[in-house]
């Protein structure tokens, strides 16, 4: 549920955990501005910008330092912020997804003379053992044989929609790319783990859980080759094989995204009725038209709106923002759910007062190199969160440097001088190290920040700096 507040503070004050005092650094006697400026890397493009939270609601914020803060930039994953903000004004902060299990006949005797349907809704966290409870309530009614099909309805796209324009194909084998469907099981996501027998030099595969496809693997274990490549070949009908070798002596996890996340439907469903016990005598059949369908079986909830802004905003699930986006676009016609969504997110934001026409949004995990906003778009979005009430409860599914989410083991973060006082959505892709949120300082301000960072070149060993977001947030920290 959302958590009203009349003062922002309050709020801040709540999620961040205060620390020991600062070491004023030398450089205290000079402006913010002219503070900032000395640590404005040279070698890449940079936006910041900086602004001190009112004490009470009726105050005016003042802008502390702003540069290139109406210049383009990829924003990574700092675009969950726009999706958390445009999903909560759209679906509200207690909306869930619905997957339920319907027939066209009754079950007499064990038997269900028709067939059964089951409707997916682009849930981003149903799981298997989810699936499995849907159908072993239906199970608890006596089903023990479907003599018809069963049908998997969804409003799916074709599979050229399955991953948004600007992704990196570097990245597509991997779960931080699943392909996005309203069939979703896993997050369309295996994980496994390749750990080394040393005494044969070979490697062995261990999966978390019983998946419906096959993995095989000849990799090997080579402790003296540091440069050796592991290699992923994605084989039809969602297979795949490892082939290379590591070198690392405790092993590798890997998360592996199917190829096709209908199939892997198929797949999960036919595993799950088989464990159950209940007979198929037709086939699955994809439908992806509405069905008017006799009174639902079974249904399962996902957890409430509110809950999974908390998963994608804190450890940056770019499944789950996705999906959102997708989900928005149901509300208009056209087979492009990705394409639609972004034109629902627009419209949510430019009606909360947020103007993105000139920007270009492509996804809402900002995954998509094609996208692009600017630093005082971000910080509008920060304002509306710091101030409306609808939103305040956004800051603590947030990351905290030190304590929680993506910035809980992040270099610089985790020490003692940052510790608990930045709370702020990272987005980092190659090239790009952007951060954006408040901060509480030494003397008890809060600030809200932007940090937008692209086009970095990674350091050699002997000129390896702290990152510039890092040298900032201790900057700001130290007010």
């Not at 990574?76 to 319907?102: C, E, R």
């Not at 997916?120 to 006596?142: C, I, N, R």
């Not at 392909?179 to 044969?200: E, G, R, V």
């Amino acid at each position: 549920m959302i958590k009203k507040t009349s003062v922002f503070t309050c709020k801040l004050a709540s999620a961040i955990l205060l620390t020991s005092m600062f070491t004023v650094p030398a450089l205290a006697k000079e402006s913010l501005s002219a503070q900032i400026n000395k640590i404005i890397p040279i070698s890449s493009q940079t936006a910041v910008w900086v602004q001190e939270i009112a004490s009470n609601t009726q105050s005016h914020s003042s802008v502390l330092f702003k540069k290139n803060t109406r210049q383009y930039f990829l924003p990574a994953s700092t675009m969950k912020l726009l999706t958390a903000v445009a999903a909560n004004s759209y679906f509200g902060a207690d909306f869930t997804f619905k997957t339920v299990i319907y027939s066209n006949a009754p079950i007499i005797q064990g038997k269900l003379n028709g067939d059964l349907f089951i409707a997916f809704d682009g849930d981003p966290s149903l799981t298997q053992q989810d699936v499995y409870l849907l159908f072993e309530a239906v199970k608890k009614m006596g089903l023990t044989t479907i003599t018809g099909d069963v049908y998997l309805v969804s409003k799916d796209e074709n599979k050229n929609n399955w991953r948004a324009p600007g992704w990196s194909w570097e990245d597509l084998p991997l779960c931080y790319a699943a392909p996005l469907s309203q069939y979703s099981i896993d997050q369309n996501c295996i994980k496994a783990q390749l750990t080394p027998n040393k005494a044969i030099a070979a490697a062995q595969l261990h999966l978390e859980q019983v998946i419906p496809v096959n993995i095989t693997s000849n990799a090997i274990y080579t402790p003296n080759n540091k440069d050796c490549d592991l290699e992923l070949i994605p084989l039809p009908d969602n297979q795949f094989h490892l082939t290379g070798c590591f070198s690392k002596p405790n092993g590798l996890k890997l998360q592996i995204a199917i190829t096709d996340p209908k199939r892997y439907a198929e797949q999960v469903l036919a595993q799950v009725m088989s464990s159950l016990g209940i007979e198929l005598k037709g086939q699955f059949i994809q439908k992806e038209t509405h069905i008017q369908p006799l009174q639902p079986l079974a249904t399962h909830s996902s957890a409430p709106l509110s809950q999974l802004l908390d998963i994608m905003l804190s450890d940056s699930n770019n499944f789950i923002a996705d999906s959102l986006v997708k989900k928005m676009g149901q509300k208009y016609d056209g087979q492009d759910l990705f394409k639609q969504g972004i034109k629902a997110l627009k419209a949510e934001l430019r009606f909360l007062g947020i103007d993105l026409s000139q920007a270009t949004i492509i996804d809402g995990s900002g995954l998509s190199r094609y996208t692009l906003i600017t630093a005082s778009q971000l910080a509008s979005v920060l304002q509306l969160i710091a101030t409306d009430h609808r939103f305040q409860y956004l800051i603590q599914a947030l990351p905290i440097s030190g304590i929680r989410g993506t910035l809980q083991h992040r270099q610089g973060f985790n020490l003692k001088r940052l510790k608990g006082r930045v709370i702020a959505k990272t987005g980092t892709l190659k090239g790009v190290d952007n951060l954006a949120g408040f901060i509480n300082t030494q003397s008890g301000k809060q600030f809200l920040f932007v940090s937008l960072e692209n086009g970095i070149s990674p350091p050699s060993k002997q000129n390896k700096r702290p990152a510039f977001n890092v040298r900032l947030t201790e900057l700001l920290a130290a007010q």
